[in-house]
């Protein structure tokens, strides 16, 4: 078939790359003069089956509420009239019982499982390769409080298929050297070893550029997504600024615009953005920094090692699609750095960044074909996208040719 890919993201180009490698005729559409220069530009480069936990819990409920009038917290909501976060805030509140919690976590771990699965292969395959470092992931907790209450949802994920040790501060910094300094502030963590870290970005400018060469996919940057020409139950064509792109299929990959173009054609698809913040840094010392990913849970700040480079991540700020950031922004984040890495780097180097993560109330993507017969979805990943998309884009790629998924697709399968 000749399909359009809506969205250049991690996402939607590993989609591509599969259904190209079925045989279809792939054209990709990104508003951006580049790949991956959305969502996946500068994420906090963790491939985490060990982050699987759904954001909607009743401890989220408890810290969303707060979040309201209390804007130092790693959750930040800015009240202002706007019905769709009103809309989605509803049915994110309906997700924080413990019983949604379980059932969307075992989901979201599925999925993260095979996509790493799917990652690593295709790296095989292609040869493409990502400052990747496949040391496993730690997630740590600075009181004893927080390590006893906060090891519950890691013990749940490892009942159903992901391998943890529970560690305490020795044996979490023989894992992690580079932690010895602030090993009287940690009280102990989770070790996920099958988890890993790597540059979004560099994953997909080398498979775009390999998807293109080797598969014949034909990219369109530049070039923005005004609508869909639909007839009956059948979507024609793409409208773009480029003109109409015609074809026998279509998938919607946008990221955090694709709740907007769903509404648009009465699609429910409560997509909604939720800004994060991230520095990547440049390590003055090496032997400083850290040698694998990690979490500190406490101050909700990721990081990953990236060559020589040092990545963190923080903040959930829902704020609609506003991308802006000042210095301020990142100010707990780099202090937290420093507090865990002192003298690995110099802040005044930092390449500051914001993006948006397109949620779902319960954390679930979705996948599939939706109301119209050649329409498909492929989005709503969240914060693991990049853990994420090459699971949902091997998955798709089966959803498309008729073949039964190498996983289960219950709650995966949009309306299922």
Known sequence: MKITVLGAGVVGTAAAYYLATDGHEVTVIERHPAPARGTSQSNAGLVSPGDATAWASPAALKTFLRALWNHDLGIKVRLRFDPYFLAWSLRFLRQCTVARLRANSQVKLRLALYSRDCINALSDATGIHYDERKKGILYFFRSQHSLDTGTDNYQFLAKHGLPIEIVGRDRLVELEP????????????????????????????????????????????????EGLDIEGDWVRAVMTS???VTGDAVVIAMGPESGLIG????????????????????????????????????????YSRLGNRLRMSSTAEFTGFDRSFKPSDFKSMLSTGKDLFPGAFDEKKALLWAGLRPMMPNSVPVIGQAKYRNLYLDTGHGHVGWTMACGSGKFLADLVAGRKPEIDPQGLVYGS
């Open 178 to 225: 580079g932690l010895a300094g602030v090993k009287e502030k940690i009280a102990g963590g989770v070790y996920s070893p099958i988890d890993q870290t790597g540059d979004s970005r560099i994953f997909v400018d080398g498979l775009a550029a390999y998807a293109a060469e080797k598969l014949g996919v034909r990219f369109l940057f530049d070039t923005t997504v």
């Open 242 to 244: 480029a003109g109409p």
């Open 263 to 302: 509404r648009r054609y009465g699609i429910d698809l409560p997509v909604y953005p939720v800004k994060g913040y991230s520095a990547t840094i440049p390590l003055e010392d090496e032997s400083k920094g850290p040698t694998m990913g990690g979490a500190d849970e406490d101050r909700l700040v990721g």
